[in-house]
Nanobody, 115 residues
Framework: QVSLVESGGGLVQPGGSLRLSCTASGDIPRDYSVSWMRQAPGKERKFVAQLAPGGIDIYAAFVEDRFTISEDAAKNTWSLQMNSLKPEDTARYYC?????????WGQGTQVTVSP
């Protein structure tokens, strides 16, 4: 079993930045990918970014080069640096680890972008 804990959310003004972190503990599989997902109130959960094995990073189109996903393997931590935040980025952000047929989710961290 894997436990994921997100942190770093908060209230930020438009144009500001936040850095989200996701720390894993437990029986971390050898092969996995880590994604950030987000869910706005009343909307479906959406893909934001993924760091796949080999260091390949993939982003949703709406990211528009504003976000960067990275990994600190020694700390079992993945980060999402978010710059130039917009009000439409307001959502709860979740960390997702996939390994084979298994999915592990964190509890999420709230990001609110507002003047």
């Amino acid at each position: 079993q894997v436990s994921l804990v997100e942190s770093g959310g908060g209230l930020v003004q438009p144009g500001g930045s936040l850095r989200l972190s996701c720390t894993a503990s437990g029986d971390i599989p050898r092969d996995y990918s880590v994604s950030w997902m987000r869910q706005a109130p009343g909307k479906e959960r959406k893909f934001v970014a993924q760091l796949a094995p080999g260091g390949i990073d993939i982003y949703a189109a709406f990211v528009e080069d504003r976000f960067t996903i990275s990994e600190d393997a020694a700390k079992n931590t993945w980060s999402l640096q978010m710059n130039s935040l917009k009000p439409e980025d307001t959502a709860r952000y979740y960390c997702l680890m996939r390994s084979g047929d298994h999915e592990y989710w964190g509890q999420g961290t709230q990001v609110t972008v507002s003047p």
